[in-house]
């Protein structure tokens, strides 16, 4: 299990961009292995799938929530143990609590990351950051 820690939340107009930022401390050389995920909840609503960055042994792959993608990026540094999402063209609907996740169970099948969008299958959580965008 690793210990997430989230930064770079705040308040930001609408088509501003912002970048998270998720490190983890997680046992030497072990990181690279989790797949790393994001997940927002808004206020009344359920925890949403946001993007995930799964392991693949020899590479990486990403997949986005259908409400970000063309918008945010997720990406990794394995060296520094760390986590990005960069969130450009924001919109008010995006305002939440960004949660960064980890997974030492997902893995790759083919081309795609089953369980992924299911926050069950992460076993690390932050604390989460807010992210508030205005109109």
């Known amino acids: 299990q690793v210990q997430l820690v989230e930064s770079g939340g705040g308040l930001v107009q609408a088509g501003g961009s912002l970048r998270l930022s998720c490190t983890a401390s997680a046992p030497r050389g072990t990181f690279s292995s989790y797949s790393m995920g994001w997940f927002r909840q808004a206020p009344g609503k359920e925890r949403e799938f946001v993007a995930v960055i799964g392991w693949m042994g020899a590479g990486t792959a990403t997949f986005n929530g259908d409400s970000v993608k063309g918008r945010f990026t997720i990406s990794r540094d394995n060296a520094d143990t760390t986590v990005y999402l960069q969130m450009n063209s924001l919109e008010p609907e995006d305002t939440a609590v960004y949660y960064c996740?980890?997974?030492?169970?997902?893995?790759?099948?083919?081309?795609?990351?089953?369980?992924?969008?299911?926050?069950?299958?992460?076993?690390?959580w932050g604390q989460g950051t807010q992210v508030t965008i205005s109109s």
């Open positions: 996740a980890g997974s030492a169970r997902l893995r790759m099948i083919g081309s795609t990351l089953p369980g992924a969008t299911v926050p069950s299958f992460y076993n690390s």
